[in-house]
């Protein structure tokens, strides 16, 4: 993705950690030479479980809007039940990414004029020795599969680093593990 600035909304419940997922993508987008980078989380009445949202600013130049995303480049959903819930689509770019953990097929996804990208990452985690439900290191995997923006083994270190207390190689193995098996399609 060749643009001025990357604008990219990271959709969870409350729990599942969208909000440090989107915070160590930031780090290492800033450590791969990205000198705007701003993360503007979205609190509100959050609860374990219930949908939150968080916005991410990527740019080669320095960015001065702090603003929420309105109309992002892509979007990251931890968990696709929330598809059933909330409209994740909304305002993504024509054109845009949708990357989505479930357990589906990418056949199952069919968003008109989406790029969409699929990876089961609750299950790969699992197979990673990580304890059921913990999904935000391992979502960062198929983000740098499928965006291409920053390499998986600087994110692989940046959820070492973030984690380093709470199995960081654990985390970094399910980053790695789900990037290789994330599967993505064309615009339709």
């Not at 600035?5 to 915070?23: L, P």
Request: charged residues 25%; hydrophobic residues 40%.
């Amino acid at each position: 993705m060749e643009r001025e600035r990357i604008e990219i909304r990271w959709h969870g419940r409350g729990g599942q950690g969208a909000i440090t997922a989107a915070k160590i993508v930031a780090n290492a987008a800033f450590e791969s030479g990205y000198k705007g980078v701003v993360m503007a989380p979205t609190f509100g009445t959050e609860r374990r479980g219930a949908p939150v949202f968080t916005s991410l600013k990527i740019s080669k130049n320095k960015i001065y809007d702090l603003s929420p995303i309105e109309t992002p480049d892509m979007v990251v959903v931890l968990d696709h039940t929330l598809l059933e819930e909330v409209n994740v689509t909304t305002g993504l770019k024509k054109g845009g990414l949708l990357i989505i953990n479930t357990p589906k097929p990418l056949e199952a996804y069919d968003f008109e004029g989406i790029q969409v990208a699929v990876a089961d990452v609750t299950a790969h985690a699992l197979e990673s020795n990580l304890p059921p439900g913990v999904v935000n290191s391992g979502i960062i995997g198929a983000f740098s599969k499928a965006s291409g923006l920053v390499d998986i083994e600087r994110l692989a270190k940046a959820v070492e680093d973030e984690f380093h207390d709470k199995k960081p190689r654990r985390n970094a193995d399910a980053a790695r593990r789900v990037y290789e098996r994330t599967v993505m399609g064309g615009k339709k």
